[in-house]
């Protein structure tokens, strides 16, 4: 099993900045690659970013281009995200997620074995 635990969320003015955290225990090593998602009110959850824990290859969600960035510290087993100049479409509720499966499909969060507890981000205009 993997434990997954998100840090970082809060409350941030329009164009603001927030950075999360996700920290992974348990059996990292079954893990490839990890991920963030996305789910608000009413609203499906949706793919945000992923990065490969090894090969440190990166896919983002049209939406988020240019504004997130995904990052990995695999000595301390935890992912970042890295979240600029935010937008009010940008609040939902956070969600980190780790694969065990080798082959590389970051965006179906059917690849996503384990998650997180889920962390706010609310942004307000």
């Known amino acids: 099993q993997v434990q997954l635990v998100e840090s970082g969320g809060g409350l941030v003015q329009a164009g603001g900045s927030l950075r999360l955290s996700c920290a992974a225990s348990?059996?990292?090593?079954?893990?490839?690659?990890m991920g963030w998602f996305r789910q608000a009110p009413g609203k499906e959850r949706e793919f945000v970013a992923a990065i490969h824990r090894s090969a440190g290859s990166t896919a983002y969600a049209d939406s988020v281009k240019g504004r997130f960035t995904i990052s990995r510290d695999n000595a301390k087993n935890t992912v970042y995200l890295q979240m600029s100049n935010l937008k009010p479409e940008d609040t939902a509720v956070y969600y980190c997620a780790a694969s065990p499966r080798s082959s590389w499909s970051p965006r179906s969060p059917r690849v996503y074995d384990y998650w997180g507890q889920g962390t706010q981000v609310t942004v307000s205009s």
């Open positions: 348990g059996r990292t090593f079954s893990i490839y690659y």
